[in-house]
């Protein structure tokens, strides 16, 4: 099929295939779970970045979720970029090389990810009344969790703070999945749990418990485990990127704390010579960074969480 089935029929039940949205051979996962009472519909994504497994495992968890126990829809596209998760691909979309997370709201007559952003914009986000994508960090990514929302929206961040991660990251960043359904009028949020592509029941079971907050902070379950009593910290992302290519050496660790100018890692060659010292910009903490020896020119190197002016 070209176009995914209806996700309202009024019946209990849960239906689930492969869709072809794209004039080619690739089959993507879907899985509609209709509760036997009428309520919102959540969207859930995963695999928009083929190899962050702990939010496709969690994803495939939740296509399992008992029809009865919910009110309203749970639509769940558990593997967007089905090839890249097959060929284990960093970021992107081997079909066209492109980073579809960078692609919003796409393009129909443009290249495989262009396009598959284009059928997520006009057919997919407009049957969301709330939308979470959930990712996991990449193969060459370390990070301590967090969940991003865009950063005008308010009912995104109430979903941000229901999913329950310690650290809540305001995005303003155009070309993204949430900024695409936010635009839209869908709140949404981007977990990352995890880190190199690894998954375990301790980070599924993370994620997992944070998508059953949502869906009780929607009234589409009765209840779910409580969040960690954590307090919750909101802040905004900076990212250098690699001015030139090279061997990478981060001198902070995960959520270690940065001050203002200092080094935060280095780029050398393969005779230690350093080509460029990393200063951070602002105070701050670690909230991901590459944990890639190689590092090639204009790739992100790491993110600062910096206390949110509000
Ligand atoms: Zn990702």
Known sequence: MTTLPPIRTGQARTAFGYVRPLADDVEIPFAIVEGAEPGPCLLVTAGVHGSEYCSIETALRLMKLEPEMLKG???????????GFHKRSIYVMPQDGKNLNRMFPGDPEGT????????????????ADAYIDLHGGDLDEGLAPFTIYPRACARSRALAEAFGLPVIVASG????????????GIPGILPEVSGNGLWGEDTVGTMSAGVHRVMKHLGMIADAEPAPAEP???????VPKAPVGGLWYPAKNLS???????????????????????????????????????VNQDEALLGVGTALAE
């Open 73 to 83: 829809t749970l639509l769940v596209l558990p593997i967007l970029n089905v090839q």
């Open 112 to 127: 495989t990810s262009q396009r598959l952003a284009h059928w997520l914009t006009s057919s997919v986000y407009p049957l």
């Open 256 to 294: 270690e704390p940065v001050a203002e100018g200092e080094v935060v890692g280095e780029i050398r060659d393969v005779f230690g010579k350093v080509l460029a010292s990393i200063r951070s910009e602002k105070a701050g903490f670690i909230l991901y960074r590459l944990t890639s020896l190689a």
């Open 232 to 238: 919750m910290q909101v802040v905004t992302m900076w």
């Open 173 to 184: 960043g155009a070309g993204y999945t949430l900024d695409s359904a936010f635009k839209l």
